[in-house]
């Protein structure tokens, strides 16, 4: 098996192509200091992690902004201290300031100009234009949880993917799901039928997203940059 296999390119976003843990981190230590929580950046983001799963599957169809208003909320209970509201809203309102990992505009224009690019993402459409302004390039289609009415892992979302890609032409073997996270894109892409790359910005840590057990993937990179000089090497064989 090839990258250049595959005809379609379907990317999570959120710790794929943007450094989501550097924007939480950045939008919840102000609040974190004021409160007087000394808390290691790894334990920060399990607790919230286990925490944003929590509310997703609870209310599937709420706004991204305000799963992370509601996980604020939580994570105060957590630690014992008073639900600050404005803190709370301030860090629905932080996605926008979430930084792209160095490699991916780059590694995103390469890679247009060889497979269509989509989007299956967990936020909401307007909190994930603001990002696209960052990332540079046009995606083919963009997909989120609030079009589909839930969050990944819920095998849902890979039924609207594919049911849409189908729509354009391209079944599951077009198909090549990229992505961070082992729990909330491999387990259920694979699920459904479809080959995955794990681009592995954690180098197997956890991070913000919850543990996942066992899970499945065929090819693994440890940044997009690394996707892309993979396929430019097939050119070259």
């Known amino acids: 098996m090839q990258l250049s296999d595959f005809r379609v390119l379907t990317f999570d976003c959120y710790g794929t192509l943007v450094d989501w843990e550097t924007g939480l981190l950045a939008a919840l230590r102000p609040w974190l200091k004021r409160v007087g929580i000394a808390a290691s950046d790894d334990d920060v983001l399990a607790a919230f992690a286990a925490r944003e799963h929590a509310v997703q599957a609870g209310n599937p169809r709420a706004l991204y902004p305000q799963v992370l208003v509601e996980v604020h909320a939580e994570l105060a209970r957590h630690w014992g201290v008073a639900v600050d509201q404005r803190a709370a809203e301030l860090f629905g309102q932080s996605i926008a300031a979430w930084p792209p990992f160095p490699d991916t505009i780059d590694a995103l224009k390469y890679l247009k100009g060889h497979f269509k690019l989509v989007i299956l993402s967990n936020v909401d459409r307007m909190s994930f234009a603001f990002t696209n302004r960052r990332l540079e390039v046009a995606f083919d289609a963009v997909y989120t949880a609030q079009d589909i009415g839930s969050y990944?892992?819920?095998?849902?979302?890979?039924?609207?993917?594919?049911?849409?890609?189908?729509?354009?032409?391209?079944?599951?073997?077009?198909?090549?799901?990229?992505?961070?996270s082992l729990f909330h894109d491999h387990v259920p892409a694979q699920a459904a039928g479809l080959r995955?790359?794990?681009?592995?910005?954690?180098?197997?840590?956890?991070?913000?997203?919850?543990?996942?057990?066992?899970?499945?993937?065929?090819?693994?990179?440890?940044?997009?940059?690394?996707?892309?000089?993979?396929?430019?090497?097939?050119?070259?064989?």
């Open 152 to 180: 990944k892992p819920s095998p849902r979302n890979f039924a609207y993917l594919i049911e849409r890609l189908a729509e354009q032409g391209h079944p599951k073997s077009d198909i090549l799901h990229v992505a961070q």
């Open 196 to 237: 995955s790359a794990w681009i592995d910005r954690q180098a197997g840590r956890g991070g913000a997203t919850p543990p996942t057990a066992a899970a499945r993937y065929n090819f693994r990179f440890s940044t997009l940059a690394g996707l892309a000089d993979a396929h430019r090497a097939e050119g070259r064989r």
